[in-house]
């Protein structure tokens, strides 16, 4: 069943031995940025601080930071979701009758995954209404020490395009400047900038904006799946719950937010005024400098009664949002094997943080074909920002840190097998000499064929023999060996 908000949620985290209700009185300046960059590191619980700043609204943090949580959140294996999601995708022709039916049962179930408007009294996010804004009564955190002030860092921003109305929905983090003013953090190359641009284009002054903070974890999640854009995200936090979202009316600006939010923030975008924003604590290990963006003005903040605020950290890996990272890689493969079936799985090391690597293994089926993959990935959505792909033959365990560099290391010679292209980056990166725009680096370490010009043989992999294997098998206990055990790499998906 479908969590129906986020407590929930944290109903069931406590339920399983995977919540930690900290009553210490804490401050939201760094203190609980501390404990929870530990519990992560540590793998340790999901956090409710109940006592911060001496206030009573509590803080829940650290609600996706293991694997186990990740998948309480989602219902399901990443890997299942995505199988899912592919056969509704690529649906195979029915043949006969009992074909036909179980079609028509599929096809219900997408139908049951559109979102839904509910009355504004039906909402729990409508309990209490304040048309003066003020967000010094939240514990918004001080992340890092140098910070350019508060962040709003578990934002579920919503935004329509002015021109056809699609919804869109993303996780821009906002920066505080004062109790109802925020910037807004829109990299250019998302859809919510997209939004905000064609507006400004178009002579639209104030642009409509709400943000919803704390809904149901399918909810959270889908906010930061990288979607096509014409996906609206709430039809696949649909999917992932396996029923509707209940949206409801603003009460200000002509947008719909989820009616089990715990807080909702109503406003505007001038779209002719821009901010310093930052700098920031970033989910890269670094501090992303501050830079102009726009401005969010709020006018009206919609809660509940006794609200939960939730919010997550990111800095040096592993951090939470690297979970959530590792559910997207595993969630949209299935879905990327549909337009390159020839890929065999794929790795984005959590120490690449996104978009810094990519380690994919393919059945290699011509020359050339390592060089195909890659280029074709540099054309598809966010895998375009994708700094190195270092592509692999089938038989290789990408998820292996130790066998990625050993083939790296063996397969690669870097005048033939390495190639560069330049193009756009994450906004992010600050190794490009200019923002958005930098080179990216693809790396063949497949075995090279002769109909590729390698003029000599390739060598075997050293092999043991299938029979003196078993035969060891029989004996090995009565040797008093120690079992040679495989080092696990601890950031490997599902430790």
Not at 55 to 62: F, Q, S
Not at 323 to 328: E, Q, R, V
Not at 383 to 410: A, L
Request: glycine share 8%.
């Amino acid at each position: 069943m479908a969590y129906k908000d986020l407590r929930d949620f944290l109903k069931k985290l406590k339920e399983e031995g995977e919540l930690l209700e900290v009553e210490l009185p804490v401050s939201s300046y760094l203190e609980i940025t501390e404990i929870a960059d530990r519990a992560v590191k540590a793998g340790g619980p999901a956090l409710l601080f109940r006592k911060v700043d001496g206030g009573t609204i509590p803080v829940a943090i650290n609600l996706f930071g293991t694997y186990k949580r990740l998948k309480m959140a989602l219902e399901d294996e990443p890997d299942n979701i995505g199988r899912k999601a592919a056969k509704l995708l690529k649906p195979e022709k029915p043949s006969g009758f009992i074909d036909k039916v179980k079609k028509l049962v599929e096809l219900k179930k997408i139908a049951d995954i559109f979102p839904k408007e509910v009355p504004k009294k039906r909402a729990p996010c409508k309990e209490v209404i304040e048309k003066e804004p003020d967000l010094s009564k939240f514990p918004i955190l001080f992340c890092w020490p140098k910070d350019g002030g508060r962040f709003i860092t578990l934002p579920l921003v919503f935004t329509k395009d002015p021109e056809t109305g699609e919804r869109n929905c993303g996780m821009y983090r906002l920066h505080v400047y004062n109790k109802n003013t925020t910037g807004m953090h829109w990299h250019w190359h998302k859809v919510g900038a997209k939004h905000f641009l064609k507006a400004r284009k178009m002579g639209i002054k104030k642009f409509p904006v709400a943000v919803a903070i704390g809904s149901d974890p399918a909810v959270i999640y889908s906010a930061t799946a990288p979607l096509p854009e014409d996906v609206d995200e709430m039809v696949f936090a649909g999917f992932l719950r396996g029923k509707p979202v209940e949206m409801v009316k603003c009460e200000t600006v002509d947008l719909e937010v989820p009616a089990n939010a715990e807080i909702v923030l109503e406003g505007y975008v001038e779209t002719n005024e821009f901010r310093f924003e930052g700098p920031f604590g970033d989910h890269t290990g670094y501090y992303s400098l501050p830079d102009f963006y726009p401005v969010f003005h709020i006018t009206c903040i919609t809660r509940r009664k006794e609200p939960i605020y939730p919010a997550t950290i990111v800095g040096k890996p592993p951090m939470e949002d690297c979970y959530l990272g590792k559910a997207t890689e595993r969630i949209f493969l299935p879905l990327l094997r549909t337009q390159l079936p020839e890929i065999v799985d794929m790795n984005l090391p959590i120490e690449g943080v996104f978009h810094n690597f990519a380690f994919i293994s393919i059945d290699k089926r011509y020359p050339g074909h390592a060089r195909k993959v890659i280029s074709a990935l540099w054309g598809m959505g966010q895998m375009s920002f994708t700094k190195n792909i270092v592509i692999f033959d089938k038989d290789v365990n990408v998820h292996d840190i130790g066998e990625v560099i050993w083939r790296w290391g063996n397969n690669v010679d870097p005048k033939r097998d390495v190639f560069f292209s330049e193009g756009p980056v994450d906004a992010l990166d600050h190794t490009s000499p200019i923002p958005f725009y930098g080179s990216k680096m693809g790396v063949d370490a497949t075995r090279k064929w002769k109909s590729e010009g390698f003029t000599r043989d390739w060598p075997p992999d050293i092999e043991m023999d299938e029979r003196i294997k078993r035969r060891v098998d029989e004996i090995w206990d009565k040797l008093g060996i120690p079992t040679p055990l495989k080092k696990p790499n601890p950031w490997s998906w599902g430790f």
